[in-house]
């Protein structure tokens, strides 16, 4: 899972692979994980993805950048994914699971 850095005289890992993340963006040391099996609701299609940016699929939300925690939504059309919190809901949802609506929004 790892991307070795071949110009370095030794083997420095520095970015993760296509299919892993880095887990631990916040720490200085590369923690690559496959984003197969557990991590089935995000993109890794891109090498040097991080905890930080990682792409989320419609349906699937996460409570910020910085959780591997990612959870299924259980109303999939109101989680429309991406790689900013503050925009994982469609319009006029928000929250947990983006259950909630938005103010001058409504339920019915």
Known sequence: GYYSNINSTFENCTICNIDYFDKNYLNSSTQC???IDKYNGIDCTSIGSDINNIILYKGFW??????SNILTCP??????????PNNYCRDGHSGPYCLLCNENYYKW
């Open 33 to 35: 994980v496959s984003c």
């Open 75 to 84: 109303h999939e059309e109101f989680c429309i994914g991406g790689n900013n």
């Open 62 to 67: 996460r409570i910020n950048q910085y959780s």
